[in-house]
């Protein structure tokens, strides 16, 4: 299992984030990824609109899985509505 950090960014609105984190959440347990840390940054300013939204809710996670799991939780989460944008970074040790 390798080590990664997941930035997401949800629309602004308190139900598209319980009901995306709630998503992800049991996306991450049925792949068997391991979420060692979740830090729930708040609503920012984005750079540039994104899907007509001119701020994002920001979480942050640390988590342990399979690069194969990655790749398959990258699909998925493109398919996803509640989330602006998300980047998966593999964490060096």
């Known amino acids: 299992m ?15 984030v319980a009901k995306g ?10 792949a068997g990824v391991q979420v060692t840390k979740e830090d729930n940054i ?5 750079a540039y609109p994104i899907k007509k939204s ?8 640390e988590l342990e899985a399979n690069p194969e799991t990655i790749s398959t939780l990258d699909r998925h989460f493109k398919l996803m ?3 602006l944008k998300f ?5 060096d040790n």
């Open 54 to 61: 001119e701020k994002g809710h920001y979480v942050y996670y």
């Open 87 to 91: 980047l998966f970074v593999k964490k």
């Open 42 to 46: 708040g609503i920012k300013f984005l």
């Open 21 to 30: 984190k709630e998503t992800i959440a049991n996306e991450f347990k049925e």
């Open 2 to 16: 390798r080590t990664y950090e997941f930035t997401v960014i949800f629309k602004p609105n308190d139900e598209e």
């Open 81 to 83: 509505t509640p989330i």
